[in-house]
């Protein structure tokens, strides 16, 4: 997913870039394509374990190259996760999708700035419909059955329930694109028809699944923060249905860029409602696909290279 991102930013503004797996070549590689910026990106094959994180860590430090690490896994698993790698990577500098988490990078005397998710207008846009995808409604998530055992009451699970209730309640097919739905029994109170479950959707393929349902269910993991989907599917110009957020309300209109609710019965009244006003739908997703503009991810790969030189790094 992320070579797909962020790296294309950067390319947009005419910078090369090189996207990278490190391994026993890394110094090597490093010396050859001689970057003046190297990025350690969320939580990945490429640093899931301490040993590749410090074999980058030592690569990078014997480059003397400026060293950043974007934290796409803050806050729940910062403790787990963010904060145990920057410690073994030791970055020069720290982005994170949590403005509150700031403060903990602060505390390790790390200089860290907020950075959100984007989209890549070339990966995320609209298209025309395709017949396999066409659907009343969509769901491209994962079920994260670990989590739900864990934490049952997580915002994910309740924005979940409070979204995609409503349409199967309605009688309306919900097409499920994603891992681990058919061990999630008993989470929704209708139960989901086999046909529904769609399975792993190829990260390339989800805007043609946007731009081919009526309705795009978009849930969210907490009120202070979007997910990056929130971004790919106004981008493809989406109708999207999520909750009703402080974070959804700082950057989106709701009524003009997508469809907010925050209960099941106003779902329900949201559904009814633009079920039958056709030309409203379109007017909304012609505007979420302007209203994801300014999130392009060309734009966040300027204001990392405007914060570091801010800053002294670069």
């Excluded at 670990?146 to 097409?175: D, T």
Aim: with cysteine; charged share 25%; glycine share 6%.
């Amino acid at each position: 997913m992320w070579v797909h991102g962020l790296p294309n930013g950067f390319r947009q503004l005419g910078h090369q870039v090189k996207t990278y797996f490190p391994d026993a070549n890394t110094k090597r590689t490093i010396a050859r394509f001689r970057p003046h910026l190297i990025i350690v990106m969320g939580w990945t094959p490429a640093n899931d374990t301490a040993e590749k994180q410090l074999r980058i860590s030592k690569a990078v430090r014997k480059s003397g190259i400026p060293l950043v690490y974007w934290a796409t896994e803050d806050p729940g698993y910062h403790r787990k996760f963010s904060r145990p790698l920057v410690r073994r990577i030791k970055p020069d500098f720290v982005f994170t999708i949590h403005r509150a988490t700031l403060k903990k990078y602060r505390k390790l005397r790390i200089p860290a700035a907020h950075l959100d998710f984007g989209y890549d207008p070339g990966i995320h846009k609209r298209v025309p419909v395709v017949k396999k995808y066409r659907s009343t409604a969509v769901l491209v998530a994962n079920g994260y059955i670990q989590l739900y055992r864990q934490n049952p009451r997580h915002f994910r699970f309740k924005s979940l329930r409070m979204l995609v209730n409503p349409f199967l309640a309605e009688g309306l097919g919900v097409a499920m694109y994603g891992r681990y739905w058919n061990k999630m029994r008993g989470f929704f109170r209708t139960r989901l028809p086999k046909k529904s479950i769609r399975g792993y959707l190829p990260y390339p393929e989800a805007n043609k699944v946007y731009s081919s349902a009526k309705f795009v269910i978009c849930p969210q993991n907490a009120g202070d923060r979007l997910t990056q989907r929130t971004y790919e599917i106004l981008a493809s110009g989406g109708l999207i249905v999520t909750n009703d957020t402080p974070e959804i309300r700082r950057w989106f209109r709701p009524g003009r860029d997508l469809l907010v609710t925050s209960s099941e019965k106003m779902t329900r009244s949201l559904i009814r409602k633009y079920a039958r006003l056709p030309e409203a739908c379109e007017r909304i997703r012609r505007n979420a696909a302007r209203a994801a503009a300014p999130h392009a991810y060309r734009h966040r790969a300027r204001y990392i290279l405007r914060v570091l030189k801010k800053r002294g790094i670069l």
